[in-house]
């Protein structure tokens, strides 16, 4: 079972700041949250990956709580390309096996 | 593109056959992986590869057979097709010794559909 709970869906108006909601309750130490979208018919891409601080980079921004059982992925400034399936993980770094995706967030934007 | 590809895009097959769907790589990443996406599940993990010639069961294994002989292919044979097998199949590749991130690239998929 996945270690992450995300709300089905979300719809969001253009060119505003969308946020997608992670719950990781049972994260541990040393695991990591990762995210990754994947638009219709595409395979998955990655999009940022965090441990405790809150991390930026050109696609996104990642804010994880301060007990790090949940966390948000921002994309300030949502275009029609963003419609896709956003992916919460948790996984420690080094560890490749059993990554476990759930269902993800389904995110409309609307023009 | 981080240079993994995946044949055939499509196919379609009957019943009983056997099916192998071929991922390559030119990348050199050390683990390869095979998922499924179907409609209600997500993305589930087959099985999947860290080196040449280890690999280990994932979530939905049974019915699937891997093999990695080299590097850079990751063979996934179903040995007899059924239909609960119709699905999209992805691979993907990530390396623990590159990079800062480990992230997990994925191919552009096969979708198979079993009659």
């Known amino acids: 079972d996945a270690k992450t709970t995300q709300p089905p869906s979300m719809d969001c108006a253009e060119g505003r700041a969308a946020n997608l909601p992670c719950n990781h309750s049972t994260i541990s130490g040393n695991e990591y949250v990762y995210w990754y979208r994947q638009i219709h018919s595409q395979g998955p891409q990655y999009i940022i990956h965090?441990?405790?601080n809150n991390e930026t980079n050109e696609m996104a921004s990642l804010i994880i709580t301060e007990d790090r059982k949940s966390s948000t992925l921002i994309l300030p400034h949502a275009t029609l390309r963003d419609t896709a399936v956003y992916y919460c993980i948790v996984r420690e770094m080094n560890r490749d096996d059993k990554i476990i995706f759930g269902k993800g967030t389904r995110l409309h934007i609307l023009p | 593109d981080a240079g993994i590809t995946q044949s055939p895009r499509h196919k379609v097959t009957e019943t009983g056959t056997p099916v192998t769907l071929r991922c390559h790589q030119t990348e050199n990443h050390r683990y390869m992986y095979w998922y499924r996406q179907d409609p209600g599940h997500g993305l589930r993990l087959i099985h999947y590869s860290y080196g040449v010639k280890d690999t280990d069961k994932g979530e939905v294994s049974d019915g699937y057979s891997v093999s990695r002989s080299k590097t850079e292919d990751f063979l996934l044979t179903l040995e007899s097709a059924t239909s609960s097998q119709t699905s999209v199949y992805f691979c993907?590749?990530?390396?623990?010794?590159?990079?800062?991130?480990?992230?997990?690239?994925f191919g552009p998929g096969t979708r198979l559909t079993v009659l």
């Open positions: 965090g441990l405790k």
């Open positions: 993907a590749i990530s390396d623990p010794d590159r990079g800062r991130s480990n992230e997990q690239f």
